[in-house]
């Protein structure tokens, strides 16, 4: 008999982001919102088992009493040593923190390094501009802009000529007389070659629209995630509530930075009677090769913690794609 995997494979996780971190074979990684953000290991995507969190205390930048909003951490791995060792590689994590003392608090993006997969991370504070600049009322471009502020749900990605990029969802819109509205679009920020700093300004890129992608009412778009296959690039992100009907939806683009043309097949990823709440996903290459979605979930009804699950990706020859799932039972093959 072949094996087998069935969801959810592990139990309170949500926003996952998995970083295949072995020079040989597959040794897998998960970073999950939680205090201090909680990490999770595997050798073959099924299997996974708690290891600890990325930090052992707050960030002493971010708010240090009640929920300080310890979002959706993703890790890259690059090849140089972090900053004051001398072995390479160096582990880049960048999560989502309230700001403790900017007004109005924002979400900003952090950034912290690490030897290891498992940390502890070092905190080097909210993402800056390599230059030191800062917007009109102080925010390092981590925390937002004169043009839109609070960022969050970081997605990393490098591109095959070594160009490096952030995607966030970016919260507030701001217009030229410093009057903002809650306008979540999913932005692109690029990054210095050492992949600690923003080398340039945030551009816009997808805002939110009717449909499967609203939220009380209101557009919303967060948690993307960036994966280039030929000349294209393929932008999949989350929509809706995360509380309620949630789904993930698919763009295409000719460059890391657009414009990006929303797919027909949108949501690829949507709720069914047995799976409520499914998103905040990633694609990760499986051991066995072949990409896979890692989401969470909620089994049967919305009052039911986020769990971890994954489903294979389906490339159709117009690159457009196909999720299959979210399923239930037991299912084959494994990655």
Not at 45 to 61: I, K, Y
Not at 298 to 311: E, I
Request: glycine share 12%; aromatic share 10%; net charge negative.
């Amino acid at each position: 008999m072949s094996p087998t995997y069935e969801n959810p494979v592990a139990a309170a996780v949500a926003d996952p982001s998995v970083v295949d971190a072995a020079d040989a074979g597959h040794d897998y990684y998960l970073y999950a919102t939680g205090d201090r953000f909680p990490i999770w290991r595997s050798p073959d995507l099924v299997h996974w088992a708690n290891v600890g969190t990325a930090f052992t205390e707050r960030p002493p930048w971010t708010l240090q009493s009640g929920d300080w909003h310890p979002w959706a951490p993703a890790v890259v791995r690059r090849a140089a040593a972090c900053p004051g060792a001398t072995a390479s590689p160096c582990f880049v994590l960048y999560y989502t923190a309230l700001h403790a003392t900017l007004l109005p608090r924002p979400h900003c993006v952090g950034v912290a390094v690490s030897p290891t997969p498992g940390g502890p991370f070092t905190d080097l504070g909210p993402l800056s501009a390599a230059d030191g600049e800062v917007d009109a009322s102080g925010r390092p471009v981590g925390c937002g802009d004169d043009a839109g502020y609070g960022n969050i749900d970081p997605a990393p990605f490098v591109d095959a000529d070594g160009r490096a990029y952030l995607y966030v969802s970016t919260d507030w819109r701001c217009d030229a007389t410093g009057a903002c509205v809650l306008e979540p679009t999913i932005s692109v920020i690029p990054l210095s070659d050492d992949l600690l700093h923003a080398a340039g300004p945030r551009v816009p890129l997808l805002k939110g629209e009717g449909g499967w992608e609203l939220s009380g009412g209101r557009p919303l778009v967060e948690n993307p995630w960036m994966v280039r296959r030929g000349p294209s690039y393929h932008l999949f992100y989350s929509g809706g509530d995360w509380r309620d009907a949630y789904g993930m939806g698919h763009a295409i683009g000719s460059s890391p930075a657009g414009p990006f043309v929303r797919t027909p097949e949108n949501p690829i990823l949507r709720e069914t009677g047995s799976v409520r709440s499914p998103g905040g996903g990633m694609i990760v290459r499986g051991p066995a090769g072949g990409d896979w979605l890692v989401y969470h979930g909620r089994t049967g009804a919305y009052d039911q913690p986020r769990t971890l699950r994954l489903d294979p990706v389906v490339w159709n020859p117009d690159e457009t794609v196909r999720v299959a799932g979210p399923t239930t039972g037991p299912q084959s093959p494994t990655p």
